[in-house]
Every structure is written in structure tokens, then in C-alpha cells.
């Protein structure tokens, strides 16, 4: 293996700069690439706005790394599912029944300055912000950017773009559509989103229960909420665009404060500025991006959001992009330079995988809205919750996806469904309260055979 | 309705000719816009090259305009397909069982100068040719086109994109895609295709069957033959890119002859140029793009190839595109220049519709390759032949899309695939030669009620 292979990554994002830190730890040379200007310098507004949903999958991409036990000091551990139905208590659902699963709430930008810092500490990468790329000459693994208005060229042995679901580098690769018979999907759901927040307490606290995401589901729409560092929370409306509830409905005042107070009394105490946030805050697009090919001409690899960007409903968006990351270091490590072999194989590991993962956040967006607080969906998972702390051997759909890192999306997917399946024959039964938990297990572990 | 307002067509192929002619025969201004030379001016290769299935979707939409008898003079009937096994003898299968029901072979550029002979007998339509729009203002119904070097606009009520797969004015919608929440896919196969020709014989006459579509199935690929009126067939060879047998590695006079000698030894002796033409014809690309919406603003519409590209193997693409008129039509003689209702009922009305018909043009894709000329796929052939021979209220799935122009193409799908679901099932009944053709026909209508 070429040590002296230089690798351009367009994108210093979460992925871009995890990717660049394990290509060095290779020994290989990194360009990066970032049209933002850097995060290092501007973290003031650092800790709040954004967070996200950290995970095993994530876990282990950055262990892998050497990077999980200082990462995970700046993460809040969130156990379940605080629910908050209109009109009744709030309740707890647990994420799983292992006391050791749970998910970790982290700052993006956080999480993203943190990379960035451990990637400045390898003298073989260089990374340059405020610094655009308009072009990518995919056969020559050489790109055109923009640097203080004026354009410059680098050239490298390949081009990696990480640069997100707006990708520039999967743009140039559509222009070549017929000749990589390009593939490609846009599919945005009805329903956009805007953030708004709880402050900290006086003391610097956190107003409600800290370890946990908040849901406030209301049938087509909803709130949630997750913790952050400062005592802060920040929550996320989750709404259709165009019904008599939709932001494009709710654009008075009155209209406003009339419609929170009916659907959100509860969280109406913790959000005085609602109002402000309200009308301040942009309303964002949720979008699913697939396509294939990710690489071109042996010389050119999408990852990350680039090549498949998912709603945000399964918290794994940034857990995939991540674990991208491992992967391909784990192709890399079997194949080496022989960058057509690695790009081959990581697309055709990766792809069904994503697609999975695309899929499930999508099922998870309507589970999450319409069916966390009914009745036959709590029994299932009460049912799945006691599995889990009897059975080590057991994982419910959503742990396979979430606390099982080394199984991938698609056959946490498929297995996953056919547990679904299995249980709610089982929940559907009039005689399901006597069946003893021991039969649902024998049932479900007939599926590993 | 204002018979003034002006409506503006991007592109003047087949839709968008026949497009203008409605709205002018309405009383409506039009001004089209087309980024090719003019086809009447260039007549001269119009015979040969491609030719496409004209059926009666398509002619009721002509029939609409008063065009449908004239058409029909342009045109090669064809009742069946020649179906020509490796290494037996060819044999029909007819498209009917009723002998009222056939397709038409008819050349694509030859249909579209007739539309734009009549078209340009109508004072309100102006056409430029060789004027490519460029970019559409989609609030204000504004486009700006290029003439010779330089930069104009023009003004509508509305704008109209019929310009086909590549389309303009499609691409300027995505880049509203926040804002109009626009989804996209592009599809395409791993198959692509090539055109060769059998020329006329010395008195100018067919070489071989005229009045059929032929095909030579052969698994994975095949090649299919349509007549022409000047004596020729054009021949589309659709075989996948990579394998050893596709287009990528045919790629040598040696490998070609030794391939057709192997597969196509009963084409040959028609066939003395097809190295030639293998060599000069590029190949193209099979892809089925859908979007949604088809409208923005009220103010501009996609409808056509523009909106809904299919694969060729229903032989329904310009049906479809032509039915997209006679829908569009009656949607305008409903709610009259209400342009906002009229797009948004019209893509409400033909989106499913379009992506039905993409969707069974992919499954027979793999119908025609592989199950032609199998014995199963035989059997269920010749029970429809008798059954739409005794009955004359039944329409096989294929009779449903191609001869049934009233019933939309969702209906015919479903309805079709359930009925084949239904013929699948006798025929793998052990006793089904002895069930009287009254059994299926009682079934099968059962699925009326």
C-alpha cells in the first residue's frame, strides 16, 4: 500500500473529518474541503441549537477511532421515551430492557469541533474552510474550488465527497448520468420541521426529567425534545406543511398561541418565548436522497448524507454516516490502495444497508406520531421490554438497530419485521395474557434457525 | 375563459404539437418554443429511423383533435408478436383475441411533422424552432430562451413543459424543491439499447412478416423489429451493459459476429450491414423518471415525457403523453382558464395513472425477455386468446392498457394483475386442461362486483 496516496474529502462535516482522522491513522495524505468557515472559531453559539441522537453505531465508528471515551463526556444519556399524551400523565418507555442500552443526546457542531481538533493533530492532513468546491473532475480525482473569489484546482489520487445531502460531488456525478447509468431519488415528506427550546433554570438546571427524549405526540404532528449540556433542551416540531394545523395555516399570532394552547398545554409552562421562536425559526424540508452509483471511474466515492440522506425519526442519520466510515476503513484495511476494489465493495456493503436505514426512519416517523401512546403498541413493547431483561439473547427491532452495532441495518431490518410480526400475531390473540413469556421467547429465537 | 390568454410550450415533439392544437382549437394564443430545427425541413431521413406503437389511447387523443384518420394513413398495422425462439420455428401470438384490436407501427418524426403541418395552419400558434429555453421564471409564467447568441424573454399566463425527459423546464422546478417539496427519481436499467434495420427487399417490399412486432427473445436480452412504410423494419437490439454478452464488451468486429452467429443466426441472412450499424448506432439509456408535484405556482406545468419517462416495452410512452392531452383537454373544458385548478386537477387525476403504466412497462421488461416464449406464459396466452374471442366483455391486462383508452391506467393495472393472479392459479391446477373456458370467464368476472 501507497502511503503516499493523497485523498481529497470535500466536507469537514461529522463524517468528512471522522473519515480524515482514520485515513491518517492509515498513513495516507488528507486535503479536506469545507465551503462553512470553521467551526473551531466560531463555537460560541456551539452548544446549543442542534443535537442528535449518538448510538452504538456511532460509538463504535468512533471507538475505532480511539475518540468514543472522550466523545461520550460531552454526550447526555437519554434511557426511553418520556411520552406526553394530551391530557393524561406522562410515562416512561424505555428504550430497552438492558439497563446498559441507551442513546446519547450530543451537540452536532459539539460533536463536529471535537473531530475537528483531533483532526488538526495529524500533520498529514490539511483542511481549508471557507473554501468551496464548484467542480469535480471525476476520472482525474481532481476538483475546482473557490478561495477568496478567486478558483484554484487540486488534484489528488482520489475524491471522497462527505459534503451532505446537498452534495456538490453527487451533482457531478448525475451530470454523467448516462454514462453511470445514475440512479437517484428525492422523496420529501408533507410534513417540515422547526426548532424551538427550553431554557435552563435559574440554577442552570434542566426544567424536565434531564436522561430522556421528550415526545409530545399529537396524531399527524408532534414534538420532541432533547437535553443538552447547558441545562437547556431543544425541541422540534415535527408538522405538516399544508393542513388546518400546518405552518402555512399557522401564521398569526393568534392562530398560534390558540393552537398551542389546545394541543400543548403542558409544555406551554417551559416555553414562554414559544412565540418568538415561533416566527423566528425557518421551517425545515425532511427529505430521503438514495442513489447508485456512490463511486465513479475508480476514482470518485460519495458517503455519508451525500449518497443517502434519511429523516431524522429513527435518530440515525449521523450513526450511518459514521459507520460508513468504519466500514470503509474496514475495506481499506483488506484492500488497500487498490481504490476501484475498495470503492466496489464498500457501495455494494453499504448500499442495501442505507436503504434500509431509510426505510425504517420512514416507518418510524408514522410509529413515532400515531402509535407511541396506544394501547397495542405499549403492550407490545411491555412485552418486548421483559424479553429483553429475561432473554440476553433477544433484541426488539429497535435495539437490533440501535444497541447492535455489528449487525447490519438490513438484516436488523428484516429480522426485525419478522419479530414485528411475530408478536403482534401473538398480542392479537384473545388468550395473550396468559401466555407465558417463555413462549413468545421460543417463538421469536425460531426465527434465528 | 378568457380566449385571450396566452399559453406558452416549451418543446414541440409529439406532446407538446399536439398540445398546441387543442388549446389553439379552444381558442387559446400559443407560443412554442423548440430547441431542435424544424423536422418539416428536414423530412428527408423522416421514414426510417425510430418508429413507435401507436394504439388507442393515443388515437382517442388524436381522435380528439380530428386527427385520428389521417394518422392512421402514416401507419403499419400490427396484430400480434412474431415470436422467433433460438432454434424453432416462429410463430404468432396475437395482442387480442378480438381481430378489431391491433397496434400501429408508425415513425416517431413523421407523426410529429404531421402535428406541426396542422398546427401551423392555426393563426394563434406561433412556433420557433432552434430556440432553446433556457430558464423559467415558474412564478410569473416567464421564460428566457436563446436566438442566435442572444438572450430574450417572453411572457404567458402559463407556462407548459413538454420537452421531454431531459426537460428544462422540470429542472427548474428542482431547484424550487424546498419550497414546492419537490420529489424526483430517476431509474435506470442496467440494460440499454441499440437500433439496426432491415432494409426493403428490391422492390421496395418487406423481407420479412410486415404486419407484427417480431421479436427475438433470448433470456437476459433480445432484439425487436418494427415495420416501416418505406419496406424497412428498424430493429432495437435492448441487451444489458456489463456482462460478457452486453454492449461494453461486444466491443470488437470478432466478438460481435461470433455473438449474432450464436443468438441471432435466423436474423443474419436479413442483416448484411449489422456490423456497420453496430459499430456507428450508439447506444442508449433505459430510464423512468417521476416526479411530483407536476405543477408550481399555478403558473407552470410539466406533462408528458417531462413528467412521467417510461421504459419502451408497453410500447405506451407517447400514448401516454398523448393521452396527457386528451386528459388535460377535459380538464380545461371542465374549470376553463382557472390555470391553478386545472394543473392541480390534472396532476391529481394522471400522476397515479403515470406511474402505473412506468411501473407495468418495467414488468414487461422482464415479460417479454424471459416468458415469451415459455410454455406457462403460453398457456395463459392462449386461454385470454379464447376468452376475449367468446367473451367480448373480457380484456386481458395487456387488452385492458392497450385497447381499452377509456378505462385509466391504474384501473387496468389492477384490475389486470388481479386477473392474471386468478388465470395463474387454474393453470396450475393439475386438472386445468379439462375446466370449460365458462369457469375462468366466471371468475374473472367475478372480479367486477
Known sequence: MSKHDKIIIVGAGLCGSLLAIKLAQRGFKVAIYEKRSDLRKTELDAGRSINLALSSRGLLALERANLKSSILQECIPMRGRQIHPLGSESFLSPYSGRSTDYI?????????IALLKEAAKYEQITMR??????DVDLKKAAITYKS?????????????????AGSVVRRTMMKHTPELLFNYSQDFLRHGYK???ISPNAQGQWKIEKEVLHIWPRGSFMIIALPNLDGSFTLTMFHPFFTEVGFNNLNSKDKVSEFFEEYYPDLLPYIPHYQEEYFNNPVGTLGTIKCY???AFGKTLIMGDASHAIVPFYGQGMNASLEDVRVFDEVVETHGNDWEKVFNVFQDERRENADAIADLAIDNFYE??????????????QIEMQLEQQYPDYYSKYSLVTFKPELPYERAMIRGRQQDEILLKICQRDDFEQIPLKEYHKKLMQLRS
Open 293 to 295: 452509483p456512490w463511486q
Open 368 to 381: 413515532m406520531r400515531d402509535h407511541v401512546d396506544d394501547q397495542a403498541f405499549m403492550r407490545k413493547r
Open 104 to 112: 446519547n443526546s450530543v451537540s452536532r457542531s459539539g460533536l463536529n
Open 148 to 164: 477568496e473569489d478567486e478558483t484554484h484546482q487540486d488534484k489528488g489520487d482520489v475524491v471522497i465527497g462527505t459534503d451532505g
Open 129 to 134: 474552510f471557507e473554501t468551496p468546491v464548484v
Open 195 to 197: 426548532e424551538l427550546s
